[in-house]
């Protein structure tokens, strides 16, 4: 692996200030799954975050499918659809997955970790082995 990059949550973009989401670190190594850029379409500065998009491709659904088989029936810890919770939050540990396989197909590939406040991502992300940040310890890497 060559360097890292971050897959960033809802949880995160929302703690960051618009400086920092626009800053040279965010723009060359973090992307923001399409689902998170739903939940937040309300920042204003959502036009600049779309560009960092991490597009839901085939892969990343087939990963999804994995991501899903591993939540037990009746756990709406990662995913509420009765409360609108966590819509986003199986895709970012799927775009993380794709990003894993895509990494390990190249020579030079980069770890991906999810940055995220989010208990139960993270709690997904070790089931995978996927490394995971705060949004307190991606601040010390903008600094």
Do not use: K
């Not at 670190?25 to 923001?32: A, K, L, M, Q």
């Not at 379409?41 to 659904?61: G, H, M």
């Not at 409360?83 to 980069?110: H, I, K, Q, T």
């Amino acid at each position: 692996m060559i360097g890292r990059r971050y897959l960033l949550d809802n949880t995160v973009l929302t703690q960051l200030t618009i400086e920092q989401r626009g800053s040279r670190f965010v723009s060359e190594r973090c992307r923001v799954p399409g689902e998170v850029l739903h939940e937040a379409r309300f920042l204003p500065d959502i036009e600049l975050l779309r560009t960092f998009e991490y597009p839901t491709s085939a892969r990343v659904l087939a990963r999804l499918v994995e991501v899903m088989s591993r939540v037990r029936v009746g756990d709406f810890g990662l995913l509420d659809l009765y409360n609108n919770r966590g819509s986003a939050d199986p895709l970012l540990v799927a775009c993380a997955l794709d990003a894993r396989e895509e990494a390990e197909e190249g020579l030079f590939g980069y770890e991906w970790m999810v940055v995220t406040n989010d208990r139960a991502v993270r709690t997904m992300c070790d089931e995978f082995d996927v490394g995971t940040l705060s949004s307190d310890e991606l601040l010390q890497r903008l600094d």
